[in-house]
C-alpha cells in the first residue's frame, strides 16, 4: 500500500509481544499484520499504517515489551519502506522460522 508505514518490534518470547500487540490495537489504529518467531527464542510483531499511527503504537510496544520481558526489546519503524519490507511487513511469516 502506497504511503504505509511499517514497524517491527521484537523481543524474548510470545508473552512479552502478545502484551504489545494487545497495548499497540488498544490504544492506536495500527493494522497488526502479523507474529513471527525469529528464532533464539527471539519473537517479533509487524505492524503497518501511517507513520504517526505506526510509530506511536511501536513505542508503547516497545514499552510495554520491555516491562514484561525485563530484557531488551527492539523495534524499528520504516517511514517508507521498500518492496521488500513492505512484503515483510505484510507477512512476516516470509522470514520463516
Given at each position: 500500500m502506497p504511503n504505509m508505514a511499517a514497524g517491527f518490534v521484537e523481543a524474548e518470547g510470545f508473552v512479552p509481544i502478545f502484551?504489545?500487540?494487545d497495548a499497540m490495537v488498544k490504544a492506536t489504529e495500527v493494522e497488526v499484520t502479523g507474529v513471527v518467531r525469529l528464532g533464539g527464542g527471539i519473537v517479533a510483531v509487524a505492524v503497518r499504517g501511517d507513520l504517526a499511527t505506526v510509530e506511536e503504537a511501536v513505542d508503547l510496544g516497545e514499552q510495554v515489551a520491555a516491562a514484561k520481558a525485563g530484557r531488551s526489546?527492539?523495534?524499528?519503524?520504516f517511514a517508507?519502506?521498500?518492496?521488500a519490507v513492505s512484503a515483510l511487513a505484510v507477512d512476516p511469516r516470509?522470514?520463516?522460522?
Open positions: 502484551d504489545a500487540v526489546v527492539r523495534s524499528i519503524v517508507s519502506p521498500c518492496d516470509l522470514l520463516g522460522s
